[in-house]
């Protein structure tokens, strides 16, 4: 555990860093990655939404505030998003006959 807490503190906390795991979870809430706990595809497009809108409200609230860097991974990482969520809400459920 003390190695892992040695190795965490090389890590330097950014807004890059925070955007990227808050588009990992939605990745993992969209069913398009396992989770790493249960090793499980577990889709909850509720979830994925409520992420996705946390993301552009953080994207208006912190309009101009940002690197060129910054705002274009945020654009890029919403536009992605909302697409892969826009394919999943259009794909037609295929579990029901």
Do not use: C, Q
Not at 26 to 47: C, F, I, R, S, W
């Amino acid at each position: 555990m003390d190695d892992e807490i040695k190795k965490d503190k090389n890590i330097e906390v950014s807004f890059s860093l925070f955007i990227t795991g808050l588009m990992m979870e939605a990745v993992m809430a969209l069913g398009d990655m396992e989770n790493p706990v249960t090793h499980k595809k577990e889709p909850n497009l509720e979830h994925a939404k409520i992420i996705i809108d946390t993301l552009e409200m953080l994207k208006e609230k912190t309009k101009n505030n940002l690197s060129k860097d910054e705002d274009e991974a945020m654009s890029s990482i919403l536009y992605d998003l909302r697409m892969r969520f826009v394919t999943k809400i259009n794909k037609p459920d295929t579990s029901k006959p």
